[in-house]
């Protein structure tokens, strides 16, 4: 028998890398569930081409059963811009469309992993931050959407463990960059590649001092799938993401040089909330997983500039 894993969220950006990795192995066989509200049918189109794979185009918010022996749950707008969009939908994928994801676990006795994110620390006050951190989060701040909507997520991942004793696995997913990624979703890298690429000014939120860590997508895929593999008695949450910390004009510089472009920085005002700095603490990630990122940040960015201009 042919195992079935389902990844909700399978035509956005990582869910997409995540399917691509999934259905290299000929004894799986992949469903993926979207409903294209920020995923792109052409991410869709480029896995259908692959046998062992098959599509629900379905909103998560409303009840669903597949069978299934593992769940990737990566369905929800992820991108400051698109979660803020309609932040009540936001809210009720994270509350509505995870409750209907362990639904669907619990009649299959399916292992299932919810992509947290590492906007639970919020703007952090624990650096670097560890999992037994409990945030900093602004709960009625234009962020909270997303942030509270996980913190959610991860509650009801945990009250199924208690209460149905459901096999869970929860990773924090912190920034994370490659191809596939949405050219407007308006995420830093994508915007700062896209800006290079036509000539644009690379607009930098802000002093530009604020702090992230870029982990390539091949490297989340491998923390994600080796999260996966766990014993059962292993739920997390782990961090997932690299600790090469940089500041965000030290990005812009790097893009326009890599990118051999004209561009300018052009300095912009610092959206409401925005975490002034953030890099994952990995030691329960490297202990149980052996994760260790290899896709150095230039390398990373070389292959996304790559991506991005084949696109164009
Ligand atoms: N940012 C920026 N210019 C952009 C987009 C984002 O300077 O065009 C900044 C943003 O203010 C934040 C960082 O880059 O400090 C990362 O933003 P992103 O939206 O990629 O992800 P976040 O980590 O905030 O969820």
Redesign the pocket.
């Known amino acids: 028998m042919k195992k079935k894993i389902i990844v909700t969220g399978c035509a956005g950006f990582i869910g997409s890398n995540l399917s691509l990795r999934l259905l290299d192995d000929p004894e799986c066989e992949v469903l993926g569930i979207d409903n294209f509200y920020t995923g792109s049918e052409a991410n869709v189109s480029m896995l259908e081409k692959k046998k062992n794979f098959s599509f629900i185009n379905h909103d998560i918010i409303e009840p669903i059963y597949a069978a299934a022996d593992e769940i990737y749950h990566l369905a929800s707008p992820a ?2 811009v698109f979660y803020q969009k309609n932040p009540i939908r936001t809210l009720k994928i994270n509350f509505l469309g995870t409750l209907n994801v362990l639904g669907m676990a619990r009649k299959n006795n399916a292992k299932v992993l919810l992509s947290s994110t590492s ?1 639970i620390y919020g703007d952090p006050l624990m650096h670097p931050q560890r999992e037994d951190y409990c945030g900093n989060v602004n709960p009625i701040g234009v962020r909270a959407c997303y942030d509270e909507g996980k913190r959610i997520a991860e509650t009801l991942m945990f009250e199924y463990r208690r209460n149905h004793n459901l096999k869970i696995k929860v990773c924090r997913i912190f ?1 994370t960059y490659g191809p596939y990624m949405s050219e407007n979703d ?4 994508s ?2 590649i896209n800006q290079a690429l036509n000539g644009n000014n690379l ?4 002093s ?1 001092e ?1 702090t ?1 860590s870029f982990c390539y997508v091949s490297d989340m895929v491998d923390g994600l799938v080796s999260m996966m593999a766990t014993d059962d008695s292993f739920t997390g949450p782990v961090n997932l993401g690299t600790d090469d910390e940089r500041k ?1 004009s030290e990005i812009a510089e790097m893009i326009i040089k890599l990118s051999s472009s004209l561009s300018a920085v052009e300095f912009k005002s ?2 409401s909330d ?2 002034c700095k ?1 890099k994952p603490d990995l030691s329960l990630a490297r202990k149980k997983l052996s994760f260790e990122p290899k896709v150095t940040l230039e390398e990373g960015l070389k292959k996304t500039i790559e991506y991005f201009r084949r696109k164009k």
Request: hydrophobic share 25%; no cysteine.
């Open positions: 991108s400051p906007e920034n308006g995420r830093v890298v915007n700062f607009t930098v939120y802000g530009g604020q992230r965000i610092l959206p925005d975490p953030r």
